[in-house]
């Protein structure tokens, strides 16, 4: 299958801190990418759609001032969570769909917050 | 919300056919059925899709029942690597090539020699 990369697998941070997790799609356009999030022993929340050149549409309950997503082309889209708090503490997962529909999952990146 | 439901654990002993259901009574006329799986602490892996005609690839069987309210995914021969959470979804909105991918609850799937 296509080949979606997350970067960084992992980060630890400071409570108030900012960090931005990349997405990209290797070797295929994404039109369209998905952030989700997965707490241990939990399934997986979608967060946000975005597509390439317009904004995120957020799902109810989401904060869009506080999970800024950029898909500023068809093989890259960050998220960047803003003044983080331990409660942010998660698995976020990216995910990027091609023009034929087919869709394809990130290894995922690790955010700790003290 | 998830529009499936699966049983939330199942075991398999290696080697023999690995069977796991899903609910999706309300699924609509152009959804379409998706199963994902995920080992600990990894993306998700797709595994196969289908509409209403069952479907066959290296990985795995769907089965989908003709009134399109449950599934069965198949996998032939399980091995230790196939332990894993099995996803079952349906994908809202646009057909094959938009909307979304809404995860429930899943089955995890203990393969035991």
């Known amino acids: 299958g296509a080949v979606v990369s997350q970067h960084p697998s992992w980060v630890i941070c400071k409570s108030g801190t900012s960090v931005k997790i990349e997405c990209r799609s290797l070797d295929f356009q994404a039109t369209t990418m998905f952030w989700y999030r997965q707490f241990p022993k939990q399934s997986l929340m979608l967060m946000a759609t975005?597509?390439?050149?317009?904004?995120?549409?957020?799902e109810q309950g989401v904060e869009k001032d506080k999970f800024l997503i950029n898909h500023a082309s068809l093989t890259l889209s960050t998220l960047t969570v803003t003044s983080a708090h331990p409660e942010d503490s998660s698995f976020y997962i990216c995910?990027?769909?091609?023009?034929?529909?087919?869709?394809?999952f990130g290894p995922g990146t690790r955010l700790t917050v003290l | 919300d998830a529009k499936t439901t699966q049983p939330p654990s199942m075991d398999c002993a290696e080697g023999r056919a690995a069977n796991l259901p899903c609910n999706h009574s309300t699924i609509s006329g152009n959804e379409y059925v998706y199963w994902y799986r995920q080992i600990h602490s990894q993306g998700p892996q797709y595994i196969i899709h289908g509409l209403k005609n069952n479907e066959t690839n290296e990985m795995a069987s769907l089965i989908i029942t003709e009134d399109r309210k449950s599934s069965t995914l198949i996998l032939p021969h399980a091995t230790l690597r196939d332990t894993a959470v099995y996803y079952c979804?349906?994908?809202?909105?646009?057909?094959?090539?938009?909307?979304?991918?809404?995860f429930g609850q899943g089955t995890e799937l203990s393969v035991k020699p």
């Open positions: 975005s597509n390439e050149g317009s904004k995120a549409t957020y």
């Open positions: 995910s990027a769909r091609g023009q034929g529909g087919e869709q394809f």
């Open positions: 979804i349906v994908r809202v909105g646009g057909g094959n090539q938009g909307g979304k991918l809404i």
